[in-house]
């Protein structure tokens, strides 16, 4: 059974109100008054219960390390994190008690407004992307092809790193280059400060380098035999 | 549509919309999204979660609203038969 005091009272109720239902089945009472409460109970509360509980508990498991990785283009993205040897970007975050299960979501997520909502959406878009390009496709060929869609947000490492603190500034390379970090000109995650985030951190390319990447890939898949 | 073939649809309908019938469709959804979601919180991956969000909910909606519309029926039915108060006593 899990842990999570969630998912407890989630699969609670739905067995509860199963186990009504299977009742009222079998035996097939007449409908007065207390079989609507009864089934009420069964089809309404208790599955109620169920999905607000089962809600809470499946938004959290989809910040876990764990449902990121579940897609297998992302298992070396997980090996690296889960590596206590690993000194990556992304592996000495998942090192702190802070991040740890969640690192993928901590470091990913929109911290905006609407930031929860905007991060789901986009979760959505890799369901998609996966099932339809990359469901198939082997981890060599992915390690290469899949990278970040938009460029890394300094904003989202400044929700802990805020550049105010004075141990930030009294590193000389970040007081040169402060208004750079603070407007997202210079990558907090560029390669030369504290970048590539992963061992596989791929730089923007243009849109024809990909294209002739991409190319290039094809080339190579047909002269294979 | 002539009126055999009207007569034949109510009928269908009628039978269709039987207080037990519907009852018992709208436990059968109940059970079926239940499930869903138990699935879904035992094995926490993309399809699972999604499909309990998503699918899961929406039979669980449609299994609550059918129960409201029997139980409704039902109460209107109740009251009709009702005889009505006399105004003046």
Not at chain 2, 27 to 39: E, Q
Not at chain 2, 67 to 82: A, M, N
Request: aromatic share 8%; hydrophobic share 40%.
């Amino acid at each position: 059974m899990p842990a999570n005091p969630f998912i407890q009272v989630a699969i609670g109720c739905a067995i509860v109100s199963a186990l009504i239902l299977v009742w009222l089945f079998f035996r097939k009472p007449p409908l007065t008054n207390a079989t609507k409460l009864w089934l009420l109970l069964a089809i309404g509360v208790l599955p109620l219960a169920t999905a607000t509980t089962g809600n809470i508990a499946g938004f959290e498991a989809t910040k876990s390390r764990q449902f990121c990785g579940s897609c297998h283009v992302m298992t070396p993205y997980k090996t690296d994190s889960e590596d206590p040897k690993s000194t990556t970007l992304a592996a000495r975050h998942s090192h702190n008690d802070l991040f740890g299960e969640e690192n993928c979501y901590a470091c990913h997520a929109d911290y905006g407004m609407f930031g929860t909502i905007v991060t789901k959406m986009g979760g959505l878009r890799h369901v998609y992307e996966y099932t339809m390009h990359y469901r198939n496709m082997p981890l060599e060929e992915a390690r290469e092809k899949i990278r970040i869609r938009r460029p890394f947000k300094n904003s989202t490492c400044m929700h802990c790193h805020s550049t105010e603190g004075p141990t930030w500034n009294a590193v000389k390379d970040h007081a040169s280059i402060l208004y750079a970090v603070r407007g997202g000109y210079v990558s907090c995650a560029s390669e030369g400060c504290h970048g590539p985030a992963h061992p596989f951190t791929k730089k923007k390319v243009s849109k024809d380098a990909k294209a002739e990447a991409d190319t290039v890939l094809e080339t190579e898949k047909a002269v294979t035999p | 549509m002539n009126a055999a073939l009207k007569e034949r649809l109510k009928a269908r309908l009628t039978k269709l919309l039987r207080t037990t019938l519907l009852l018992q469709i709208a436990g059968a959804l109940t059970l079926v999204g239940l499930a869903l979601m138990v699935w879904s919180m035992l094995q926490p991956t993309p399809l699972p979660v999604m499909l309990a969000m998503s699918v899961g909910q929406a039979i669980g909606t449609t299994a609550f609203a059918l129960y409201l519309f029997v139980v409704i029926r039902e109460i209107r039915r109740e009251w009709r038969g009702k005889p009505k108060k006399d105004p003046g006593a």
